[in-house]
């Protein structure tokens, strides 16, 4: 569960240094070497898993209870008055690091915007057929 060329393998076998806020045996939480915001960390899964397709669903949500646990943690240190929760897939999406991460980014009244989007349009039909297609 190891890829050779992983750059967050190294840091979880500890042979690039890292920040570490919490560890277990399935996960690292570290501060992001480039923080959109103070306090930025991501929550890494130990096994290497390249994306939220590849990550095994009890691992998802092992991931979002810690989630929970340092986002009410963080806020509560660093009196943030905003957090965001993401996560990338794909290069189209964002992802730089092919090894599953999520980013925990607290968010601050003067702060820089971030993370805004334009709202797109589409029509009542094509929302419709949407709606339908994608019903699990
Ligand atoms: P992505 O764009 O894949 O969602 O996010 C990758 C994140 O990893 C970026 O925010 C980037 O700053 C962070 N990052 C890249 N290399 C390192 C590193 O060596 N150490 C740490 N702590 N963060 C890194
Ligand atoms: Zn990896």
Redesign the pocket.
Known sequence: MRDENC?FCK?VAGE?P?RTLFEDEDFKV?????PAAKGHA?IVPKAHYTDIYELPSELAGEAMKLAKRMATHMTTVLGCDGFNILQ?NGVEA????FHY?M?LIPRYKDGNEMILWKANQFSDAEMDELAEKLKV
């Open positions: 750059i840091i690039i890292s570290m501060l992001d070497v480039g991501l990338n964002g992802q730089t690091v991460h980013h």
